[in-house]
Antibody, heavy 120, light 110 residues
Framework: QVQLVQSGAEVKKPGASVKVSCKASGYTFTGYYMHWVRQAPGQGLEWMGRINPNSGGTNYAQKFQGRVTMTRDTSISTAYMELSRLRSDDTAVYYC?????????????WGQGTLVTVSS | SYVLTQPPSVSVAPGKTARITCGGNNIGSKSVHWYQQKPGQAPVLVIYYDSDRPSGIPERFSGSNSGNTATLTISRVEAGDEADYYCQVWDSSSDHHDVVFGGGTKLTVL
């Protein structure tokens, strides 16, 4: 069965960086895009960007351009999202979610979420 | 950028029908997907491509999309349907192609 298992909760100081991992299993990792979506406490869902695990190509939401980097390691079927220059309003649950390569995409499987807390 | 507008809350009695709307400029020309999210859990896809249901989602969940409004309809509402619901589209109308979510609707079962 398809599973996306994310790394554990993180606590970071303002200005630091965080790197969250998402290990995929139960399907061909390179056959689906991996996206990252975040949700601040009590707020809605916010798309951050996506990576094509096959090519490594990325598309980032304008809001996060210059601060987010999405990578992957196909040898271990794992995607990564690194967010730099953290601020307090980056405190959120970060989800990975996969979509088919074709557009328009929809998210059929999600990771369990990783809470990132930014606090001095 | 493209904006999706959802009512913050919808209330319905058990056994009745709940309708959650998602407004957007000419949204009928886009494919709309819907997610259910319960507290402390990741979202779950309940409707994709306007009206298709993933396996395991009850037939009580249905969707439609026309003009400037997409609608998620939940028939014979149960207490377990209480959750936040989000609509989502793919915006390819500008140079920047983005996933866009609505602000979410909290469904309360009275």
């Amino acid at each position: 069965q398809v599973q996306l298992v994310q790394s554990g909760a993180e606590v970071k100081k303002p200005g630091a960086s965080v790197k969250v991992s998402c290990k995929a299993s139960g399907y061909t990792f390179t056959g689906y895009y991996m996206h990252w979506v975040r949700q601040a406490p009590g707020q809605g869902l916010e798309w951050m960007g996506r990576i094509n695990p096959n090519s490594g190509g990325t598309n980032y939401a304008q809001k996060f351009q210059g601060r987010v980097t999405m990578t992957r390691d196909t040898s271990i079927s794992t995607a990564y999202m690194e967010l730099s220059r953290l601020r307090s309003d980056d405190t959120a649950v970060y989800y990975c979610a996969r979509t088919v390569v074709a557009t328009p995409p929809h998210f059929d499987y999600w990771g369990q979420g990783t809470l990132v807390t930014v606090s001095s | 950028s493209y904006v999706l507008t959802q009512p913050p809350s919808v209330s319905v009695a058990p056994g009745k029908t709940a309708r959650i709307t998602c407004g957007g400029n000419n949204i009928g020309s886009k494919s709309v997907h819907w997610y259910q999210q319960k507290p402390g859990q990741a979202p779950v896809l309940v409707i994709y491509y306007d009206s298709d249901r993933p396996s395991g989602i009850p037939e009580r969940f249905s969707g439609s999309n026309s003009g400037n409004t997409a609608t998620l309809t939940i028939s014979r509402v149960e207490a377990g349907d209480e959750a936040d619901y989000y609509c989502q589209v793919w915006d390819s109308s500008s140079d920047h192609h983005d996933v866009v979510f609505g602000g979410g609707t909290k469904l309360t079962v009275l």
